[in-house]
T-cell receptor, first 114, second 115 residues
């Protein structure tokens, strides 16, 4: 079945450091891939997405490239800020699996210190 | 602001009590979902609805019931709460088209504690 495996945290970085959060997936069809972010006390917000192989999603300085050959969708940011402290979820939606469902990873908590 | 609104935001229940969580969206989305979020387990789908008057089971439906009497509302009920249902509950909604096109819009969550 479909699943997402996400780098376990927590991750603590200094401001302006480089961020990578790993995400790999298993899917029966041709999924779309997402990164969601959850700030403290809030719901999940869509950060970026990619709908086909080699697509790059980007938003707010974050990027992720859909790599079909390695079944990965790693999240990167060149210079993190304190305001990026949040929990990040990788997710996939597989049309072949039907039901319009999103499969989520377990989340990675990022803390950025000044 | 347009979006998904969940009520209540916090609730403490005693074992065996019942309650209903309300989710309302004003984006005219056809699909609605209830998830629970537990530490180390990410989000797991409880129930979902693909339209007014329809509901379906997700990954962890036991102990919960849902209803979608109006397109904009999706209710999650706990008939006899158990400590294992202590969790943060999120409602989400999306357009009819495949989630890959637009993704989901989430509410801000309900933190439920069952003692």
């Amino acid at each position: 079945g479909d699943s997402v495996t996400q780098m376990e945290g927590p991750v603590t970085l200094s401001e302006e450091a480089f961020l990578t959060i790993n995400c790999t997936y298993t899917a029966t069809g041709y999924p779309s891939l997402f990164w969601y972010v959850q700030y403290p006390g809030e719901g999940l917000q869509l950060l970026l997405k990619a709908t086909k192989a080699d697509d790059k999603g980007s938003n707010k300085g974050f990027e992720a490239t859909y790599r079909k050959e390695t079944t990965s969708f790693h999240l990167e940011k060149g210079s993190v800020q304190v305001s990026d402290s949040a929990v990040y979820f990788c997710a996939l939606s597989d049309r072949e699996a039907g039901a319009n469902n999103l499969f989520f990873g377990t989340g990675t908590r990022l803390t950025v210190i000044p | 602001n347009a979006g998904v609104t969940q009520t209540p935001k916090f609730r403490v229940l005693k074992t065996g009590q019942s309650m209903t969580l309300l989710c309302a969206q004003d984006m005219n989305h056809e699909y609605m979902y209830w998830y629970r979020q537990d530490p180390g387990m990410g989000l797991r789908l409880i129930h979902y609805s693909v339209g007014e008057g329809t509901t379906a089971k997700g990954e962890v439906p036991d102990g919960y019931n849902v209803s979608r009497l109006k397109k904009q509302n999706f209710l999650l009920g706990l008939e006899s709460a158990a400590p294992s249902q202590t969790s943060v509950y999120f409602c989400a909604s999306s357009y009819r088209s495949w989630a890959g096109s637009y993704g989901y819009t989430f509410g801000s969550g309900t933190r439920l504690t069952v003692v």
